[in-house]
């Protein structure tokens, strides 16, 4: 089957969750026989292109023909998946395919508009992206005649709220080759703590520092170890290590000197950085952002909080740092939860979706 995955954009350093599931699945199906396109365009909407992307697209071109297009440095796209990088998303750019698949609010209206040679219309809806448009505009797309798959069961919700049909339920998998134990929960410093930092109001960093400084108050050797794709915030605290854009390998090494790690974003489709600190044996501890409950339940498995709480997120920090029984056994629950969320898994129900539709 030829599939093509159309992109909000193009990021060679910078690490997107939302393109790295897209990159999963395009990994995994092209394994499985499937010829893959993940198109990329440089200007996302219809108005005038600027001059920096009037000579960057002849630049790109040309490099593309002397060298090759420059990688994706923070993901390993297989040599079968084909990556085009295009001016914009005008149908003349997009290959001929049997599945088309829009994977954000903007690359809907394009799709929707495409001739049928382009291929049966999905729309991966991985987040309710109020965030990057106006809500109306976004739900818009949601109404749009596009097969829809959600990844949580909070945005099949939001979905059947609006009335619309769910072609898909296919919960995201993890790469358990990247992510897991190397250092046993049991040994690990209780007081060290980690985070993802993100300049973007919406993940809730400030939320975050807030709660983690309220804490320091009352265990003045917590130590903290934030990462993200962004440089260093003026916010961080000084007693803070950062990590701007590690590598797989240093991510692996980050999660495992961690024994807790906080989520504080105020809402997302499904919270990779909290399912891959599970994975590594982390306890977790999170704002209650909507996705993150397709793995973590309060009690069980992580301690969650009402969003944009930093008091009640530093509350639930401290019954671990208070209770090192609790953060082995919620650690140890969350490590064997996040175990069922297998890429294999997921690609065979996404497989059977696109094949069982008409």
Known sequence: MRINFVLPGWSIHKPI??????????NHLSKRGHRINVVHPLNLFQEKIG??????????????????????????????????????????????????FATAWQTAEWVSKYNQNKG??????????????????VRSTWKLPLKKIVISKWLKDIAEEMGEKIAGYVPNGLDFNHFWIKNPIENRNPKRVGMLYSKTVWKGSEDGIKALCLVRKQIPDLQGVFFGGSSRGKNV????????????DKLLNIYNSCSIFVGSSWYEGWFLPGS??????????????????????????ALLSPPKDPQALAQ??????EDDDLRVRLAK?????????????????????????K
Not at 17 to 26: P, T
Not at 120 to 137: A, P, T
Not at 341 to 353: I, L, N, P, S
């Open 17 to 26: 969750g939302g393109f790295k599931v897209v990159y999963e699945y395009a």
């Open 51 to 100: 001059f920096k992307k009037r000579v960057g697209i002849p630049l790109i071109k040309g490099i593309d023909y002397l060298f090759g297009l420059p990688k994706v440095r923070w993901f390993n796209i297989s040599p079968k998946v084909n990556t085009i990088v295009v001016p914009s998303l005008k149908e003349k750019f997009i290959p001929e395919g049997d599945v088309i």
């Open 120 to 137: 049966k219309k999905y729309y991966l809806i991985q987040h309710y992206e109020i965030w990057s448009g106006d809500e109306e505009k």
């Open 237 to 248: 605290p000084r007693w803070v290590e950062y990590y701007q854009n590690p590598r797989p």
């Open 276 to 301: 891959e600190a599970m994975a590594c044996g982390c306890a977790v501890v999170s704002a209650d952002c909507g996705g993150i409950l397709e793995y973590a339940e309060h009690e069980v498995n």
């Open 316 to 321: 639930n920090i401290l019954r671990l740092l």
């Open 333 to 357: 629950a969350g490590y064997e939860r996040i175990q069922e969320f297998t890429w294999g898994k997921a690609v065979d129900e996404f497989e059977k979706v696109i094949s069982d539709q």
